[in-house]
């Protein structure tokens, strides 16, 4: 299978969700898929001509998720790593290769990846991803209810 795993983001969890989300695309590789790690806010700016690519690149994206550090992530950095400097939640070809994979596999953490925003979005683009449905994670973020 053709498998994204999404990592990262701009959550305090950030770091937590790379390294959790490396090992799980590490274990895809093992098991014999074509997994991709991507980070759902950088995205991909330097992506080969044809996307499809991604998934036979040596390294499989696990570079992103080599400079963790034990302190919080400094989510301003982040930003301004970004080449095209947008606000955007989603980076550069995310949902493009989103749409090439079979499935997405949801490694993010906080606010973004777990409040059904990012589901939602992907239901309404038809692109199938692990984890609840948007309805469920929204109530589920809601701690109070």
Not at 14 to 20: F, G, I, M, T, Y
Not at 56 to 81: F, M, R
Not at 101 to 112: M, R, S
């Amino acid at each position: 299978m053709k498998i994204i795993v999404l990592a990262g983001g701009l959550s305090t969890e950030r770091d937590v969700s790379l390294a959790s989300a490396a090992g799980i695309c590490r274990t895809l590789i093992e098991k014999g898929h074509d997994a991709f790690l991507l980070d759902v806010f950088l995205g991909l700016e330097n992506a080969p001509e044809n996307l499809e690519d991604v998934f036979t690149l040596p390294g499989h994206g696990l570079e992103i998720a080599g400079n963790i550090g034990t302190a919080e992530p400094d989510l301003a950095a982040v930003k301004a790593s970004r080449p095209d400097q947008s606000d955007c939640f989603l980076g550069p070809n995310v949902i493009e290769l989103c749409r090439l994979a079979d499935i997405t596999f949801l490694g993010l953490h906080g606010g973004e990846g777990e409040n059904g925003k990012l589901q939602a979005t992907f239901d309404l683009l038809g692109i199938r991803y692990t984890g609840p449905d948007s309805l469920g994670c929204a109530v589920a973020m809601d701690k109070g209810f």
